[in-house]
């Protein structure tokens, strides 16, 4: 199998090891750099891969985000010299994963990988082909509620979410799920 060659001056997704809890000032801190340090033409998108998570509280649905990988941010950038050292440098950065340290670049992460990543997080522009339409009855695959089976009420294409009827404390509860997320059920 042969691996595609590493570009230097190809645009990329890195991972980036900051202290865990600090992903967002870092993500600012990185934002605010990118633009002092004029390097906007090498760094382009700085990610903290968070999902929503709905929990049930007094019988209500509340909404938290949920941080997918904790202590680590994902760069998409063209590695040069100057970036990797803005970035490096960035208070709360600890590393580059995927770099074996005495001023080797990183390695990047897959196109698979990242996407989907994006996807997860409803940020991707490659749509998910699915074989179920409003009406169908669904297995959640997974999150929270991995293993229920409901029927798709509602379908959004732009975003990649259907909602689905679930029975939760024995009524119908209306929840929104990624099209990923979901298998239809055979009749």
């Not at 994963?97 to 940020?123: T, Y």
């Not at 998910?128 to 009406?135: I, L, N, P, Q, S």
């Amino acid at each position: 199998m042969s691996e595609k060659k590493f570009d230097e001056n190809e645009k990329q997704w890195f991972v980036v090891n900051t202290y865990a809890g600090h992903e967002n000032r870092v993500k600012d801190n990185l934002e605010k750099r990118m633009e002092t340090m004029g390097i906007q033409d090498c760094l382009f998108r700085i990610l903290v891969a968070e999902e929503q998570e709905i929990e049930i509280k007094n019988g209500k649905q509340v909404v938290k985000m949920h941080n997918l990988f904790p202590g680590y941010l994902f760069v998409e950038m063209i590695m040069t010299d100057d970036a990797w050292y803005v970035v490096r440098n960035t208070p709360g950065v600890t590393g580059f994963i995927g770099s074996s340290g005495g001023g080797a670049k990183p390695f990047p992460v897959s196109p698979d990988e990242i996407e989907s990543i994006l996807r997860r997080m409803g940020q991707s522009d490659k749509k998910v082909a699915v074989d179920f339409v409003v009406g169908d009855s669904v297995k959640i695959l997974s999150g929270p509620f991995g293993g229920m089976e409901g029927k798709v009420s509602s379908m959004n294409d732009q975003t990649q979410i259907a909602q689905v009827l679930i029975m939760l404390f024995g009524r119908e509860t209306p929840t929104d799920i990624a099209y990923n997320d979901l298998q239809k059920l055979e009749a």
